[in-house]
Each structure stands twice: as structure tokens, then as C-alpha cells.
């Protein structure tokens, strides 16, 4: 039994910056950071693996959001600058003990996080 629980959300001016953090309760292989928002599905974000640190970005956030990884406490986070007003969302951190597969799929992840909301204004 993996948990999850993000934090760090909020409001934040287009253009600035906010750090969300995943605190994970079991080990995982890997880790990812998906998104929400109204009316749309589900979209990839970032994720990285436990062990190797390798990581993966979504076209969208690439340059912008970077994800890392602190074994010790046992804690992911997502660093997200220059915020658009379409990164508003409720952000979800996930976890996955599966193999080599295509990071970017929901499918892919066994357990979730509750979310936490990140609003962007102009």
C-alpha cells in the first residue's frame, strides 16, 4: 500500500513560481506528477524514478517545470516557474512499481494523491 499526499498549491501570478511537494508513504519505482482541469482529461506532467533519478517532462512544461526527488524523506516535488494561466489545475502526484513503460499514461500509475489545487491569475 502506496500513499500519497500532495501539497503546496495556491494562487500564483502568471509568471511566478510555486514548488508542490508529494510526500510518499511506501516505495515506489517511479513517480509522476499528472493534471487536471475543468472538462478535460487527465494530462501527464513530469516524472521521475526513485533510483535513477531519470526524468520526463510533458512538451508543455519542458524548460519551465522541474521535478526531483528527496530519498531521505521521502518526497517528491514539482518546481513550476513561469506559470501560465493554463497550468491552473489540480495537480495529482502518482506512483508505480511497474517496469519500463511509457511514463506519460495514466494507466501506468497504481496508487494517487487526493490532488492539490494551483490557480493562476493574470
Known amino acids: 500500500q502506496v500513499q500519497l499526499a500532495e501539497s503546496g498549491g495556491g494562487l500564483v501570478q502568471a509568471g511566478g513560481s510555486r514548488r508542490l511537494s508529494c510526500a510518499v508513504s511506501?516505495?515506489?519505482?517511479?513517480m509522476g506528477w499528472f493534471r487536471q482541469a475543468p472538462g478535460k482529461e487527465r494530462e501527464f506532467v513530469a516524472a521521475?524514478?526513485?533510483?535513477?533519478?531519470?526524468?520526463k517532462f510533458a512538451q508543455s512544461v519542458k524548460g519551465r517545470f522541474s521535478i526531483s526527488r528527496d530519498n531521505a524523506k521521502n518526497t517528491v516535488y514539482l518546481q513550476m516557474n513561469s506559470l501560465k494561466p493554463e497550468d491552473a489545475a489540480i495537480y495529482y502526484c502518482?506512483?508505480?512499481?511497474?517496469?519500463?513503460?511509457?511514463?506519460?499514461?495514466?494507466?501506468?500509475?497504481?496508487?494517487w494523491g487526493q490532488g492539490t489545487q494551483v490557480t493562476v491569475s493574470s
Open positions: 502518482a506512483a508505480t512499481n511497474h517496469g519500463p513503460s511509457d511514463w506519460s499514461r495514466v494507466y501506468v500509475y497504481d496508487a
Open positions: 511506501g516505495r515506489s519505482a517511479a
Open positions: 521521475i524514478g526513485w533510483i535513477d533519478g531519470w526524468k
